[in-house]
């Protein structure tokens, strides 16, 4: 195929794509006000990180739960994106408050402080050091602890589940009651090793008697939702390795 014909037939796909989304009108964004108590939070960590949060807070009339949840968001985004501020407002209608936060690794690039000399410190997707977040995490949890709650649960969404996973991995914190990995990188272990498979199904049958496992599974069922044990996690993530997921004690959902 000669080059000239190549670069025709690109030249026409992008004139069909401009036409195209020239006819269909962007989609409006279609999130209503929030019907509870919402407050714009800030949290400071122990290496001098400034970060930016929402707080969903839980009307006293739904019998409030007594546990928070800890909402970080994925690669390129932040607290506000609007599908995390629907997730939690609608957590709070269900009695749950909800903190929807940032961590350096916001947005593609940003300014996380400035150093001892003025010059700037870059975050971000492509600048920020990942491994760097569980700081920024143990900050938000510091600050659930500071309005009240004792305990929490660390949601992760998209490249968010490698950082509440690390955390928890490393920290062993006992204020986290549990994990949510949302549409993170897992996967079967590597192998088919039958003592990891005859462990995992083990923790399985256990963990599948518990009240949290059965409500989770009458709520999401067409996502089947799934109690994972932490050691049939994929070897191949670099992101948080098995061994550091079998650090991890507590039980946690993989959606």
């Avoid at 948080?240 to 507590?250: K, V």
Wanted: aromatic share 10%; with cysteine.
């Amino acid at each position: 195929m000669s080059r000239k014909l190549i670069v025709g037939l690109v030249g026409i796909a992008l004139l069909l794509a401009i036409l195209l989304r020239l006819r269909i009108p962007p989609r409006p964004e279609n999130q209503m006000p929030g019907k509870f108590p919402e407050e714009l939070v800030y949290v400071r960590s122990t290496d001098d990180v400034v970060n930016a949060g929402v707080m969903f807070t839980a009307p006293k009339s739904s019998l409030p739960r007594p546990i928070a949840i800890i909402w970080v968001h994925g690669w390129g985004a932040n607290f506000y994106s609007p599908s995390y501020v629907g997730i939690g407002r609608a957590l709070a209608g269900l009695g749950f408050t909800t903190i929807s936060v940032n961590t350096r690794m916001h947005d593609v690039g940003n300014v996380e402080k400035y150093s001892f000399f003025g010059k700037r410190v870059r975050g971000g997707g492509y600048w920020g050091v990942t491994s760097q977040d569980a700081l920024d995490i143990a900050a938000w949890i510091d600050f659930a602890e500071h309005v009240g709650f004792s305990n929490v649960v660390l949601v992760g969404h998209s490249a968010g589940w490698a950082s509440v996973g690390r955390y928890q991995a490393k920290t062993g914190d006992r204020r986290v009651a549990g994990l949510v990995l949302a549409s993170g990188m897992i996967g079967p272990a590597q192998g088919n090793d039958p003592e990891l498979i005859r462990r995992s199904d083990a923790m399985y049958a256990l963990d599948a008697k518990s009240a949290i496992f059965r409500r989770a599974w009458r709520l999401l069922p067409a996502l089947a939702a799934i109690l994972i044990p932490a050691r049939v996690l994929s070897k191949k993530s670099a992101m948080l390795s098995t061994s550091a997921a079998e650090r991890i004690s507590l039980c946690f959902f993989a959606l």
